[in-house]
């Protein structure tokens, strides 16, 4: 016997299957990118116009340049980009409908990659050493041992190490090595062309140095894209930039005297 319908049934709809999850290609992440470039922009710059602005009175040039390289205001600064970042790249990521830590691979390693990677930067950066004693060149960039001096004085040293250790490093390489680096990896760019264009991007970000240390800062960035790509792990990057710029930050210190 055939089934009946009755009058007063309602007609259900099929289901609209969720859609998967993405993640963005080249040109998303190129956009998405300078989204979150310019919102780390504008949360340094918001700090560098508070500190001018608190001095009053005429508007000074030479004071102005001066409380905007002071290591306090420059300490605050980085450290006010790492909100930034985090918060415009969580809009991207929203998006994608992907948690964020796993977009960015915000997941550890093992001890045995940690290690490895802390030795594969050591002796990159020993290299680089020998190169500028070579070459009589200053070891380290003479911006850092002004910014170190100038957070001295202000008695916020303590605050700069924070900045340049822990904010600078977070953020850059959610930026880079995190976003820059998962979009661009999984399109046509590959794996070997999401780690170059993403560490010229990260060298991009350090203009205050010479041609000279341009070229270090972007040899590390291509070890740390490495790392990046055979760990899957961008904590391990964040933690590798941190010890680097802690070291950096003891080696100005102890050479400034």
Same mark, same amino acid.
């Given at each position: 016997?055939?089934?009946?319908?009755?009058?007063?049934?309602?007609?259900?709809?099929?289901?609209?299957?969720?859609?998967?999850?993405?993640?963005? #290609?080249?040109?998303?992440? +190129?956009?998405?990118?300078?989204?979150?470039?310019?919102?780390?922009?504008?949360?340094?710059?918001?700090?560098?116009?508070?500190?001018?602005? /608190?001095?009053?009175?005429?508007?000074?040039?030479?004071?102005? %340049?001066?409380?905007?390289? =002071?290591? @306090? +205001?420059?300490?605050?600064?980085?450290?006010?980009?790492?909100?930034?970042?985090?918060?415009?790249?969580?809009?991207? %990521?929203?998006? +994608?409908?992907?948690?964020?830590?796993?977009?960015?691979?915000?997941?550890?390693?093992?001890?045995?990659?940690?290690?490895?990677?802390?030795?594969?930067?050591?002796?990159?950066?020993?290299?680089?050493?020998? @190169? =500028?004693?070579?070459?009589?060149?200053?070891?380290?960039?003479?911006?850092?041992?002004?910014?170190? #001096?100038?957070?001295?004085?202000?008695?916020?040293?303590?605050?700069?190490?924070?900045?340049?250790?822990?904010?600078?490093?977070?953020?850059?390489? %959610?930026?880079?090595?995190?976003?820059?680096?998962?979009?661009?990896?999984?399109? #046509?760019?590959?794996?070997?062309?999401?780690?170059?264009? =993403?560490?010229?991007?990260?060298?991009?970000?350090?203009?205050?140095?010479?041609?000279?240390?341009?070229?270090?800062?972007? =040899? %590390?960035?291509?070890?740390?894209?490495?790392?990046?790509? /055979?760990?899957?792990?961008?904590?391990?990057?964040?933690?590798?930039?941190?010890?680097?710029?802690?070291?950096?930050?003891?080696?100005?210190?102890?050479?400034?005297?």
């Amino acid at each position: 016997m055939d089934s009946v319908t009755p009058a007063n049934a309602v007609a259900v709809p099929p289901a609209i299957p969720d859609q998967p999850p993405r993640v963005w #290609k080249f040109w998303g992440t +190129t956009l998405w990118g300078l989204f979150i470039f310019a919102a780390m922009f504008l949360g340094q710059v918001a700090v560098i116009v508070y500190f001018v602005l /608190r001095q009053g009175g005429s508007f000074d040039v030479a004071e102005a %340049i001066r409380v905007v390289g =002071s290591g @306090l +205001t420059i300490s605050l600064s980085v450290i006010l980009g790492l909100p930034a970042v985090l918060l415009a790249t969580w809009v991207a %990521i929203r998006l +994608t409908r992907m948690s964020f830590a796993d977009y960015l691979a915000l997941r550890w390693t093992s001890w045995r990659n940690f290690f490895m990677g802390v030795a594969a930067l050591a002796v990159l950066v020993g290299c680089w050493d020998l @190169l =500028s004693r070579a070459l009589g060149r200053e070891v380290t960039p003479g911006f850092m041992g002004d910014v170190l #001096k100038s957070a001295q004085a202000d008695g916020a040293l303590w605050l700069l190490v924070i900045a340049f250790c822990v904010a600078a490093p977070m953020w850059e390489e %959610i930026f880079s090595r995190g976003f820059l680096y998962r979009g661009w990896s999984e399109s #046509k760019l590959g794996v070997a062309g999401a780690i170059f264009l =993403s560490s010229l991007a990260w060298t991009s970000l350090h203009l205050q140095y010479d041609w000279f240390f341009f070229g270090e800062v972007f =040899s %590390i960035g291509l070890l740390l894209g490495y790392l990046r790509y /055979r760990t899957n792990s961008t904590w391990l990057t964040i933690v590798l930039h941190g010890i680097n710029n802690l070291a950096a930050t003891i080696q100005t210190f102890w050479l400034a005297g």
